[in-house]
Structures are given as C-alpha cells and as structure tokens.
C-alpha cells in the first residue's frame, strides 16, 4: 500500500470544499483511503448504501479533486469491505465502466477488483438477482437520523422503523401519505437503507411508480411479461413511491398487473411500501380492490412542520452541510417558510451558495433572500405550495400531474405557470424550482417562463389570464396564515 497519506485525503476534501460544495456533507468525514496505487485509489466508505451513492452521484469530482491533489491521470473508485491492492494501471476511462456497485448498495462481500462490470448476484436459491437500471439510487441523507420528528410525522416515522426491523410482519403494506416535501421519500429510503446496511443481500426493489408502468408497458409491448413478473414478485421488499400515479395513464391493465403482483407478494409475506400523495380512498381512478389492499397494513399521513420541527429541520440540513447557521437566521427561516421540508431544504441550499461566494450567513442576508418574516406582515412571501394551489385549483390538476412526466398541454401549460410564477415571485432559484416539479433540471425553467413571456406578448387573452393568477397568488399570500 503507498501513501494513503491523511495530508493528501485532507487536500481533496478542501478542493471539493472550495470546488464543489453542494455535494459536501459531514459523513464524508467518515471516508477514508484504503489503498492508492498502480494508478487508482479506493475510497473505504462505511456503509454500502455510501459506497453505492458515491459511485453513482460524486465520481466525477472526487475523481477531479484526487487528480488536481496528486497532478497524476488517476482513477477513484469507492469500496465497502475488505479491499485488495490493485496491480495495473487502469486505463483512463476504467474507473467509469469497471465494478459498478448493485445499484441498491449492497457490497459484494469481497470486492471484485478488476472484474467487469456486475450489478447481478446470485442467490441462495441460485437465481440471479438483478434490480435493473431504474432501480433509485439511495441517498445517504435520507436515513433515520437524518429525519426529524414532530407531531406531523410521528406516526409514519415509528411505522417505518418498525417495518424496517421487522420487514413482511409490522405493518403490510405500509402506505405513507402527504402533500409535496413532506418526507415520504426520506422515509422510505430510510427504511430501505436501515435494512440495506444490515443485510445487504436484500432484495429490495425501490422504484417510482413511473417506472413500473413504463416498464410494464414495454414488457407488454415486447412480449416480455414473464421477465417483468420475475423481476417484480421475486423480491424481498418491494418500494414504490408515488403509487398515485397508478391512477393515471395506462392504468387499467397497470392496475391488474400491480393487483397480482400485491397479492404475490402479500401471500408470502414479503414487505411492501408505498408513498402517494393522498391516502387511499382519494387517489383518483384507482380501483376499489387496490383501495381496500392499501388500507390492509397501516396508512399513515405526513403532514406539514410545526414552527418547532421546521427549526429542528434547517438545523440538521446546515449541520449534514456542516455548516454553521446563527439561531436567529433559523428563526427567521422557519417563521419565513411554512410549508415543507423541501423548502426549508432549498433554503439552506441557497445560504449555502452565498456563503461559498463569501458572503457572511447573518439575518441581514436571511432577510434578503427570504423576506420580512415572524411577528410582523409577511411581506410579499410568497411559498411554492401556495403558488401550485392557485395554479392546479385553477386549471382543476393535480400536483401529481405537474410533476409526472406527462407532455400533454392540458399539464405542460400550468406546469409552465408554476414556473413562470415561482421565477416571478420567489427567491428560489431554476434548480430548486425546477426539482419542485418533478425533478426538471434549470433549462427546463428556463424555457418555460420563456414561453409564457412569449405567449403573453402574443396573446392578450392569455395574458390577462396570468396576470389575474399572479394577482391572486399575492394577495392570497399576504392574507394566509400567519
Ligand atoms: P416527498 O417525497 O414527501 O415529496 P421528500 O422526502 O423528498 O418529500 O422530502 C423533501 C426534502 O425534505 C428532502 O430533502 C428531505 O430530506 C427533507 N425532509 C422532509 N421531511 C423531513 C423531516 N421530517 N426531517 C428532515 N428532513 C426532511
Ligand atoms: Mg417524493
């Protein structure tokens, strides 16, 4: 082994610091590196839930900052487990093709060095396992620690630690419901992280309900039914999140297939999670026998934070961040936004960036990005929630809708809205707006408010149409809650 030098970790970890901020977190403190040599370095995580999302999400600037440290052409790989010195030089490009990492984490017991790429074990049962490409990659944040209790999200929270430690027996299906970044995601990757890093060769399938009828219609269409039944009832815990879209779309032969593919898997015991948006009896179009399985286990609903959980929430976002934020400027945040999680999430995110440009993190600033907030008038704030009620009630959609990835005009249009209000209205800048929407990167909000500017030049009717939305949004604002 050759200098896994403390010194030379520290002079990565301070270039992604100053180079790459927002992927920093505190947990990388954990990080290590197990072996540097013949032109790689193996990065040790301590969980393979890190090492997975590592792999997938921060490759590429930890492979910058090791490359700036050393001004050598090497490759960065991250490992969990036992690790073996590597002896020949990777070629550049092996880094990105070799050993990929199961997508869900688990670790392969002994890391196969210089094997080709593998995301399929083999089973007990000697069949082989093998999640697919859509599986969600697991975000380490999202863990039970991480997630902040209130009176809220009390019972979804003791329901999901419960589920994850008895997996198939607490609750089946747990169905957690709750309006747009309240936690239902953290949530149910915690419990898929929790069960990951005790046992990782479980078969966790985790996917968005988009995902299992996009693939459903496919399989459909190529004749592969029997490949889409293995992968779907073969598992040990089967996750999916936003199960409401279920009611869209394609949905009547999607519903069949998920209706058996519940029952299989329900009948022998296997965990099933589901996230949506409304609890059962309220997700439209979805049929009556689905409606009565998803009340079987326990249903329980997240809601919006209290004053005190939207405190205990910024703290522990800037603390992952490891960043320090004054108490008053968590005050004034959390007097400020009183939404959801996500915002208050965005909100950090956006101290965070002024403050790597140098700015101090005080109430001045905090004043600056999020309003005149607490005893006094709101000033113009103006929330995201309160924007997509004006915007769905008055288009009569649904918020599922504005963040599926639907193209037909009767949703691209308020979706475009949305935007072109929260661009108009908010603080929040193109990313954070467009990850409201369905995870939509910054050109797509580019283009949309561009749109509606364009329309509005052209259109008077349509015009008038924004303008009146835009003065509701306003005065509806100023006038809720305080
Ligand atoms: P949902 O799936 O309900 O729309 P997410 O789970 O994606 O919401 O949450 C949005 C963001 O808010 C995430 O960054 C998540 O970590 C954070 N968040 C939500 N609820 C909590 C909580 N109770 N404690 C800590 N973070 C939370
Ligand atoms: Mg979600």
């Known amino acids: 082994m050759s200098k896994t030098d403390p010194a030379l970790w520290r002079d990565m970890m301070a270039y992604l610091r100053q180079k790459h901020e927002p992927i920093c977190r505190q947990w990388f403190e954990e990080l290590r590196i197990a072996d540097f040599s013949g032109g790689l370095m193996q990065v040790q995580t301590s ?3 890190q090492q997975n999302y590592l792999q997938k999400q921060c490759l590429h600037p930890f492979t910058e900052a090791a490359q700036d440290v050393t001004g050598q052409l090497i490759a960065v790989r991250f490992v969990n487990g036992p690790v073996a010195p590597n002896v020949r030089i990777p070629p550049p490009s092996a880094h990105t093709t ?16 210089r094997k ?59 169905f957690i419901h709750g309006g747009v970044g309240l936690g239902k995601t953290h949530l149910l990757q915690a419990i898929c992280q ?51 879209f279920l009611g869209a779309g394609e949905r ?24 949506s948006d409304a609890p059962p009896s309220e997700i439209p179009r979805l049929e009556e026998r689905l409606v009565s399985r998803f009340q079987w286990g326990l249903v329980a609903q997240v809601a919006k934070p ?29 007097r400020a936004m009183d939404t959801n999680a996500r915002e208050l999430e965005g909100a950090i995110t956006n101290l965070q960036g002024h403050a790597s440009l140098g700015r101090a993190i005080d109430r001045g600033l905090a004043v600056e990005l999020f309003g005149e907030a607490g005893g006094g008038p709101r000033g113009n704030h103006v929330s995201l929630q309160h924007i997509i009620d ?38 929040f800048s193109l990313e954070e707006i467009g990850g409201h929407f369905g995870g939509r990167d910054h050109t797509t909000v580019m283009h949309s408010t561009k749109t509606v500017d364009q329309r509005r030049e052209q259109d008077p009717e349509y015009a008038r149409m924004i303008a009146r939305l835009d003065e509701q949004v306003l005065r509806t604002a100023n006038t809720a809650g305080a």
């Open 194 to 244: 929790q069960i990951l890093n005790r046992d990782p060769d479980t078969r966790i399938l985790y996917v968005s309900c988009d995902s299992f009828m996009n693939h459903f219609i496919q399989c459909v269409q190529s004749g592969q039914m029997s490949e889409f039944r293995n992968r779907y009832r073969h598992v040990d815990m089967l996750v999916i999140d936003d199960i409401h």
């Open 98 to 113: 070799h050993d990929q990492p199961h997508p869900l984490g688990q670790a392969h017991s002994h890391p196969p060095i």
């Open 116 to 174: 080709p790429v593998r995301s399929v074990q083999l089973h007990a049962d000697g069949e082989s396992w093998n999640p697919g490409a859509d599986q969600m990659v697991l975000s380490p944040d999202y863990s039970f620690e991480n997630f902040i209790t209130g009176p809220n999200n009390q019972l979804a929270y003791a329901a999901s630690v419960a589920v994850s430690n008895q997996p198939g027996t607490a609750y089946n299906p747990l």
């Open 306 to 334: 209290s004053f005190e959980t939207r405190v205990a929430i910024l703290r522990a976002k800037a603390q992952i961040r490891g960043m320090v934020v004054p108490d008053e400027v968590i005050d004034h945040i959390a």
């Open 390 to 427: 004006v915007v769905t009630t008055s288009y009569n959609v649904r918020l599922a809708d504005l963040q599926s990835r639907r193209r037909h005009k009767s949703v691209t249009e308020p979706r475009q809205v949305c935007m072109w209000l929260a661009r108009k209205n908010t603080r």
């Open 47 to 49: 969980t393979p839930v």
């Open 252 to 275: 009547e032969r999607s519903q069949e297939e998920f209706f058996h593919t519940f029952n299989e898997l329900y009948q022998s015991n296997r965990q099933i999670v589901l996230s």
